[in-house]
């Protein structure tokens, strides 16, 4: 059985429209996919915390040398690993806050991207364990960062997602961008939008 995790970060629902049309998508989606399990991990109503001491000294502890304070710092993460693992397929929606990711989402990054779970060192180099599944990005946009723009090259959330989730393995990351949802191209944006996710929806 398919198992797509919606890692969901707006802190708006209704007014949302990354949520919103990551919902239109995962409805349609599930037309085509009516065996799969959506599970959705909601990072506004389940904020994951920050990182502190206890925690990255467990994050570069061997799970065999933990204490129990180790154990319990990282428990948390573990089982976001785990949630993570388990899924064939993810859609991750993002507002774009300050040129980049929302600070839940950041969290949550910093939780899943671990040594011998996510990613390894083997002979000095860095290698992704999250292999062979597909990821997609719908993000929203106050203003128009679309390729060419004024704004483009203060993108700091598609190339930095792609890195990251690179990093952990990700070679198929798709992403549907609603740019100038607070200037005159709102509903071109919307539109498209909309037109691309009827399209991949039926093939993703
Ligand atoms: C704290 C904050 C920071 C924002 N920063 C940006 C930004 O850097 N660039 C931009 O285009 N829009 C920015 N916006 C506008 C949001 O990206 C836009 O309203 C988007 O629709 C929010 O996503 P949502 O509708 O899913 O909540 C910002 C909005 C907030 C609340």
Redesign the pocket.
């Known amino acids: 059985m398919t198992r797509l995790l919606h890692i969901a970060s707006?802190?708006?629902y209704a007014?949302?429209?990354?949520?919103t049309l990551t919902q239109e998508f995962i409805d349609k989606w599930s037309l085509y996919h009516p065996e799969a399990t959506v599970i959705l991990r909601d990072l506004t109503l389940n904020p994951v915390p920050y990182l502190d001491d206890t925690w990255i000294t467990a994050k570069f502890t061997a799970p065999d040398q933990y204490t129990p304070e180790l154990t319990g710092a990282i428990e948390l993460s573990d089982q976001l690993v785990d949630e993570f693992l388990a899924a064939d397929c993810y859609v991750i929606?993002a507002?774009?806050?300050?040129?980049t990711i929302p600070a839940v989402l950041k969290s949550y990054i910093d939780y899943i991207v671990r040594p011998r779970r996510t990613f390894a060192v083997e002979n000095g180099a860095f290698k992704g364990l999250v292999t062979g599944k597909k990821l997609l990005f719908i993000t929203?946009?106050?203003?128009d960062?679309r390729p060419g723009s004024a704004?483009a090259p203060s993108d700091f959330q598609e190339p930095y997602l792609r890195t990251v989730f690179g990093f952990i393995g990700f070679t198929e990351i798709q992403f549907i961008n609603?740019n100038g949802?607070?200037t005159d191209l709102r509903d071109q944006s919307l539109a498209e939008a909309r037109s691309t996710i009827q399209a991949l929806a039926s093939h993703w």
């Open positions: 707006s802190p708006r007014h949302s429209h990354s949520r929606s507002p774009m806050y300050n040129f929203a946009r106050g203003s960062f704004f609603a949802l607070r």
